[in-house]
Each structure stands twice: as structure tokens, then as C-alpha cells.
């Protein structure tokens, strides 16, 4: 029973743990660039969770189901009838805009990375802030 | 123990975490949100994708005769929130822009 009710969520428990872990590097971690990679393993834990719960099982991939090749009009109308079962396309579209995001985000506290290690000449937020000047 | 505070703090936010997941609907099912949370429980898959009607079943259903596009989530982005796909380059540009003045500069 309960071996049934985790093995069938385990990828939101999986994004759960993965959340857990970028949480700490960003919060725990005194390096400036383990910071930057455990909010990056944050942002992956968001995505996985999406897709997760984007899935249908034994649907077809909204990116899949027709085939690039071999699609024919008779099929394109079966399924827009509603007889195929299509995995949920709108998370897969926020996720590309999240995905934008975390890319400028990532940018911008790298090159403030780059500028703060060329001032003071560590990364160590603990010297950091012992610093003045 | 100090060292080992964080470690505990968040091994307990992982436990309820994982105890709010646990009352999710199952992976796969399609009584997801977003999907067809609103229909009935009892309902099956092959009922569901018949008669519920959602926004994502929306686009699965007429996204070929609306768009023309056959890739379904090329539809989404491109045609049904194409002005979301279009604002995004300024994110983009946006973080150029920060990057560029923080360290693109030549110090003097």
C-alpha cells in the first residue's frame, strides 16, 4: 500500500529531494559559484516537477503522436477528435520560458561572480564579508 | 552539532514536503490539474479525452485546424502564445544588457 503510493509519485518525491538539495547549496554553501549551481539544480527540480505532472501514461508526447514522416489527414482528424490520449502540451510551453530565465539569471550572477572575485579576490562570502573597501 | 543544523532543518522541509506529493494524484493520471481535474474520479482515460474539456484538451483537439502546425506544442508556443514566445527575446536581451555593463567594459 504504501510501497504502491510512493513507487506511483516517486518523480515528484525525486523532485522534491533534488529541490532540497539546491535549496541547501544556495543557503548552506559559503562559495559564490556552488551558490549559483544549487539554484540551478533548484530551477531543474521545477522543471521535472512540470513535466512530471504534465504526463499522461500510456498517452502519446504532444511533440510525438503524429510522427514527423509518416502523418496522414485520416490521423490528424482521429486525434482531433478526441480518440488519442495527448500528454498536456501548456507545461511544456512554460517551461521554455522558464528555461529562458534561468539562463539571464545564471548570466547575471556569473559576471557579478566574475566582478566581485576580481575586487576582492575570493569567492568566500564568509571573507566577503569580513572585508571593507 | 551546529554543523550539522542545516542538514536536519532541511532533511525535515524533504519530509513534509514529500507528505504534501504524497496527495497528489498519481503520475500519469489524467485527473492531473490542468488537465481534467474537474471530472469525476471514476471516470477512464479513454472517457475523459472524449468528453472533458480543458484548455490543454483544447489545444490537443483543434491545434492542427486552428494553427496547421502537427507538433502540438510548437502550436502552443508559436500560435496560441506567440506574444509570450515574442516578449521573451527582451528577457534575453534584458540579461545581455546586465551582463554587458557589469564586466563587458574595459577598466581604465
Do not use: Q
Request: aromatic share 10%; glycine share 6%.
Amino acid at each position: 500500500m504504501w510501497i504502491k503510493m510512493i513507487l506511483s509519485r516517486i518523480d515528484y518525491i525525486v523532485t522534491v529531494i533534488l529541490f532540497c538539495i539546491g535549496l541547501y547549496a544556495l543557503i548552506v554553501k559559503p562559495n559564490l559559484i556552488k551558490k549559483i549551481i544549487g539554484m540551478n539544480i533548484l530551477e531543474t527540480s521545477v522543471y521535472l516537477f512540470f513535466i512530471a505532472a504534465a504526463d499522461v501514461r500510456l498517452g502519446v508526447a504532444s511533440h510525438l503522436w503524429a510522427g514527423p514522416s509518416e502523418v496522414t489527414a485520416e490521423e490528424v482528424a482521429h486525434a482531433a477528435a478526441g480518440h488519442v490520449a495527448l500528454v498536456n502540451p501548456i507545461p511544456s510551453a512554460l517551461i521554455l520560458t522558464a528555461i529562458v530565465v534561468s539562463v539571464s539569471v545564471t548570466a547575471i550572477s556569473l559576471s557579478l561572480a566574475i566582478k566581485i572575485y576580481e575586487t576582492y579576490g575570493t569567492l568566500d562570502t564568509r571573507k566577503i564579508m569580513t572585508l571593507k573597501g | 552539532m551546529k554543523k550539522f543544523m542545516p542538514a536536519i532543518l532541511f532533511t525535515i522541509f524533504a519530509f513534509s514536503m514529500i507528505i504534501v506529493v504524497l496527495r497528489f494524484a498519481p503520475i500519469g493520471d489524467p485527473h492531473m490539474p490542468g488537465y481534467a481535474d474537474f471530472v469525476p474520479s471514476e471516470m477512464s482515460k479513454k472517457e475523459v479525452v472524449e468528453h472533458a474539456d480543458s484548455i490543454a484538451l483544447h489545444y490537443n483537439r483543434h491545434s492542427p485546424g486552428d494553427t496547421g502546425a502537427l507538433d502540438i506544442i510548437t502550436a502552443t508556443i508559436f500560435d496560441y502564445r506567440a506574444y509570450d514566445t515574442l516578449i521573451e527575446t527582451v528577457v534575453l536581451f534584458t540579461a545581455l544588457i546586465g551582463v554587458l555593463s557589469i564586466i563587458g567594459t574595459k577598466e581604465t
